[in-house]
């Protein structure tokens, strides 16, 4: 069975940081291209950033470029998310997404709110 289990998401200042992890079983993990999406309520799920099998030239929406950044670690089987300077129009739920080929997952997501 898979699984991907979101994990760091919580309330954080204006300008502060967080790291999310996405932990994934029941799949190879490292064949798989990640991804990071996040969604607000009567909003439709936005792509964050994806990052490739190798690591290699992660992509990243313009509204998180600079201020994200997406990793992975095969040997622990582990998708990441260190977000930096959040602002208010990051509070959402992120949720990772496992591709390969025709096989896609998602986790559930885990919430995260930028407030003062």
């Known amino acids: 069975q898979v699984k991907l289990v979101e994990s760091g998401g919580g309330l954080v200042q204006p300008g502060g940081s967080l790291r999310l992890s996405c932990a994934a079983s029941?799949?190879?993990?490292?064949?798989?291209?990640m991804s990071w999406y996040r969604q607000t309520p009567g909003k439709e799920r936005d792509l964050v950033a994806t990052i490739g099998v190798t690591s290699r030239s992660p992509t990243y929406a313009d509204s998180v470029n600079g201020r994200f950044t997406i990793s992975r670690d095969n040997a622990k089987n582990t998708l990441y998310l260190q977000m930096n300077n959040l602002k208010p129009d990051d509070t959402a739920v992120y949720s990772c997404?496992?591709?390969?080929?025709?096989?896609?997952?998602w986790g559930q997501g885990t919430q995260v709110t930028v407030s003062s």
């Open positions: 029941g799949l190879a993990f490292r064949s798989y291209v």
């Open positions: 997404k496992a591709v390969y080929f025709t096989n896609v997952y």
